[in-house]
């Protein structure tokens, strides 16, 4: 059986996080992702990330690259981007998170490449955009978490500036910059015309605001940090102490508050008219959770969600060490093993697109190179000692 995406090669001149993590959702879907690696530096930076390092590979390293392809290539000679060139020609799109006035230097944007492969797509994910003066700045997941308001809106009402625990930005630019790839694909393989996808980080923190920004945009209004991670507008919609541990109790919908009070045995909650809508239960949310906390405090966390499981929105506050416990998670594939040479049998979290009737496999992340013989090979038939005059060059 065919994979999703097992017609597509990508070129991806990347390393760290958000680029790898982007290319890995796609080459988890089948997609050929040669990863292009400096021979220069030892490759992606993140080979050398510890904990769990040998030389030239980690942990981390692992997690973002498997299923891909290692070729090491220096893209500052001549001949490095000849070969670079010939590979444009029999791939589908070129990939990169460098900063984001590299790409047009590096000669690795549409403009540049369209004259080997008028079809090519290139996508750009950097911190700031490839245009405008913040082009040539670096930056990283902290650093935007900070400068677009997250950290303003992350936490209780008396903390300081907070970080999400998850490189969310990352991940979140990763996952955009690989819809911009396969949508500029698509539109490749009906046109004949490929295009530059640009993708920021920046860009996607800002989208991600989405609602807080249209109602700061539109009414002026700035949310403000919430007692219990409450939701700024639902009430409840929040995390309740109960008594061994914590819930969270997360009313979306009218219907979910008049369950929430069957369940409590506390059905005339439900018909006052201090809570009997959005808007009441927002106006009187002081009152409304002076009366839940006690309520919620009598009954420990499993024995709430016996009652509320199925009926009221819920889940219980656990560490991330009884979150990836959990056995439903080898049932879901999103616990995966993979074989490596050194570390053995990797466990690692599988992807979160599954298509019906496909079969994934998974490969430990490539060695520094290893398959830079068998690309030149099979894709652009170079002998065995036009490789070796190569290597002893510098050029791979």
């Known amino acids: 059986m065919t994979r999703p995406l097992d017609d597509v090669r990508i070129l991806a001149v990347s390393q760290f996080g958000a680029g790898p993590y982007g290319t890995l959702m796609l080459a988890d879907l089948g997609a050929e992702i040669i990863k292009i690696e400096d021979p220069g530096t030892n490759g992606d930076v993140s080979r050398g990330v510890p904990p769990s390092t040998i030389e030239n590979d980690s942990l981390y390293f692992q997690c973002f690259n498997r299923n891909k392809r290692s070729l090491q290539l220096n893209l500052g000679t001549s001949e490095g981007m000849e070969i670079f060139h010939r590979l444009v020609k029999i791939s589908h799109g070129v990939f990169n998170n ?5 790409p047009a230097k590096l000669g690795i944007t549409y403009d540049s490449l369209k004259i080997h492969n008028p079809a090519i797509v290139c996508c750009s994910l950097s911190a700031y955009g490839r245009t405008g003066t913040a082009a040539r700045m670096p930056g990283y997941d902290p650093l935007m978490q900070a400068s677009e308001g997250y950290m303003s809106l992350t936490g209780g009402p008396d903390d300081g ?11 979140a630019a990763g996952l955009a910059a690989a819809f911009g790839m396969m949508a500029g694909i698509h539109s490749a393989g009906r046109t004949g015309v490929g295009c530059d996808v640009d993708v920021s980080l920046r860009d996607t923190a800002l989208s991600m605001l989405n609602y807080y920004a249209v109602w700061y945009l539109n009414l002026g209004r700035v949310p403000e940090r919430m007692a219990d991670s409450s939701h700024s507008v639902l009430t409840p919609a929040q995390t309740f102490r109960t008594r061994d541990g914590h819930i969270v109790i997360f009313c979306a919908k009218e219907k979910f508050w008049e369950l929430l009070c069957a369940a409590l ?17 927002s106006k009187n949310k002081t009152e409304l959770l002076a009366l839940l906390h006690p309520v919620i405090m ?18 219980p506050v656990r560490t991330l060490a009884e979150a990836l416990d959990d056995p439903a998670l080898v049932e879901q594939e999103m ?7 050194h570390f053995g049998k990797v466990r690692e979290v599988g992807s979160p697109v599954k298509f019906s009737g496909d079969t994934p496999e998974h490969h430990a992340a490539p060695a520094l190179g290893a398959d830079t013989d068998s690309i030149l090979q099979t894709y652009l038939s170079y002998s065995v000692s036009q490789i070796a005059e190569l290597r002893a060059r510098g050029v791979i």
Not at 163 to 171: H, L, M, P, Q, R
Not at 267 to 272: G, L, M, R
Not at 335 to 341: F, L, S
Request: glycine letters at 6%; proline letters at 7%; a negative charge.
């Open 98 to 102: 460098l900063r984001g006035d590299v």
């Open 265 to 281: 045995d506390k059905k005339d909650w439900a018909a006052d008219p201090r809570f009997r809508d959005f808007a009441a239960r």
């Open 298 to 315: 009598e009954r420990t966390t499993a024995e709430w969600l016996t009652l509320l499981e199925g009926k009221v929105p819920c889940a």
């Open 161 to 171: 500036p907070i970080k999400c625990g998850v490189s969310v930005i990352d991940f």
């Open 335 to 341: 616990i995966v093993e993979v074989d490596h040479p």
